[in-house]
């Protein structure tokens, strides 16, 4: 059976710092796009940062570039996101994904197969 398990998430204060972990079992991701997503209260999932199977290709969204940076280490199958410079705005649900198909790079929620149960973010004022 597939998981992927996040972990990391908690209250910080603004300009605070969190790390997040998603450590994937079941089968191996490095042939495969990883991602994080974000979904607020009442807000539809959004796309916050996606990593290559490789490692050579990373994107974020506008809202989190120069802020937050994502790896993997493929060799303990997990993904990571280090949030820097923390914003109320950015309190959500952080979830982590990871792409079925090899070798395909993947922007969209729907375009993964495989999600992590989410881990709360909250950031206060």
């Known amino acids: 059976q597939v998981q992927l398990v996040e972990s990391g998430g908690g209250l910080v204060q603004a300009g605070g710092s969190l790390r997040l972990s998603c450590a994937a079992s079941?089968?191996?991701?490095?042939?495969?796009?990883m991602g994080w997503f974000r979904q607020a209260p009442g807000k539809e999932r959004e796309f916050v940062a996606m990593?290559?199977?490789?490692?050579?290709?990373?994107y974020y969204s506008d809202s989190v570039k120069g802020r937050f940076s994502i790896s993997r280490d493929n060799a303990k199958n997990t993904m990571y996101l280090q949030m820097d410079s923390l914003k109320p705005e950015d309190t959500a649900v952080y979830y982590c994904?990871?792409?079925?198909?090899?070798?395909?790079?993947?922007?969209?929620?729907?375009?993964?197969?495989?999600w992590g149960q989410g881990t709360q973010v909250t950031v206060s004022s």
């Open positions: 990593i290559s199977w490789s490692g050579d290709n990373i």
């Open positions: 994904a990871a792409d079925g198909t090899p070798y395909n790079l993947e922007y969209h929620a729907h375009e993964y197969d495989y």
């Open positions: 079941g089968r191996t991701f490095s042939k495969n796009t």
